[in-house]
């Protein structure tokens, strides 16, 4: 590690700023939202349709672990799963709702695995290959789901087409030029100043997998929450909250809040009262956002206390001295 003050401070202050921004993106979120709404909305969904939906939410935040998985095993090292599960969990927990997850997520990275002996440029291979395979699940679910569900774009979003079918093709097109470029081809790609590395087919079938099945359960929590309200299939459905999604990452917006509310109404609107949707998305956003961020927020801040103790009592045990124990079981497959 380097004896530099600048980069011996940068990773605590990086992981404080991140724990303040998400505190205040709680605080920020729950004003649009008022007590006796949240409640009444919750006591119309019954009580087991709850239960499950937290069931998948508890079950997707565990695939989404599987991205620190496929990270390592990228750039061909290992650790115990407990810290992969670990970084997994923060920085879905905090990406997903304060914006900006491709910046985020890389603070969270660098300040685990900066302590854990990893060099700058495996941590920014990680946190590329995690994001990349993130964007493939929304390409390949896409794709799929695009094609088989061609809804019409509501005209608020003015893409240049009126259905989801050209996005389909767009998304599959994409999908079969990574795995070609990728997988097929038996030599890394140069494009310019980009390296497109050959991947082995376990590795990039392991990215389908891990995360179409994110985006899947993702939409079985809000699906679960909503199906005693509609009559409404579950890939009916899958469509309208994909394209709701795009919208939603596309405007950059902490969690997609309004945007992704916005276009789920106008394509609900045919099958539930707005009223009664809204009810819903409330519950969904405190399920599905607000909880992983209060745990994601609380396993952060309960690190960097541990951190502080250490330094001030050198004989309290921590989570920094793992550093030592860490670095000796990180090795290079």
Known sequence: MTKNPIFRWLPP???????????????????????ENFWASLFEIPPTHILLAIALMAINYSIMTGYECLGLAYVRQSLPYPKKALV????SGISNSVGFAVLSS?????????????SVVKIAQISAFCNLSFCLGLFVVGSVIFLKEPLAIPQLLDLPFISVRPLGIIFLVTTLAYLFLTV?????????????????????AGQL?????DWCFAAAVFYTLLH????????AFFGIYMLAQVA???????????????????????????EDLLGTLLIYRGIYYFIPLIVAAS????????????????????AAPISKTVQESVHVE
Request: charged residues 10%; proline residues 6%.
């Open 13 to 35: 202050c990086l992981s404080l700023g991140l724990f303040a921004l998400s505190l205040w993106t709680i605080q920020h979120n729950l004003q649009h939202y008022h007590a």
């Open 88 to 91: 997994g969990i923060i920085c």
């Open 106 to 118: 890389c603070m969270i990275r660098y300040r685990f695995y900066s302590v854990w002996g990893f």
């Open 184 to 204: 097929i081809r038996q030599k890394p790609l140069m494009i310019g100043k980009w390296l497109i590395p050959h991947l082995p087919f376990p590795l990039a």
């Open 209 to 213: 997998i891990i995360s179409g099945l």
């Open 228 to 235: 005693s309200s509609v009559s409404l299939s579950y890939s």
């Open 248 to 274: 939603g990452l596309a405007s950059n917006v902490p969690g997609g809040l309004g945007v992704f509310e916005t276009v789920m109404m106008l394509l609900l609107a045919p099958f539930i009262t707005s």
């Open 299 to 318: 396993l952060l801040g309960k690190y960097e206390f541990q951190n502080f103790l250490k330094k001030k009592d050198p004989n309290l045990e921590s």
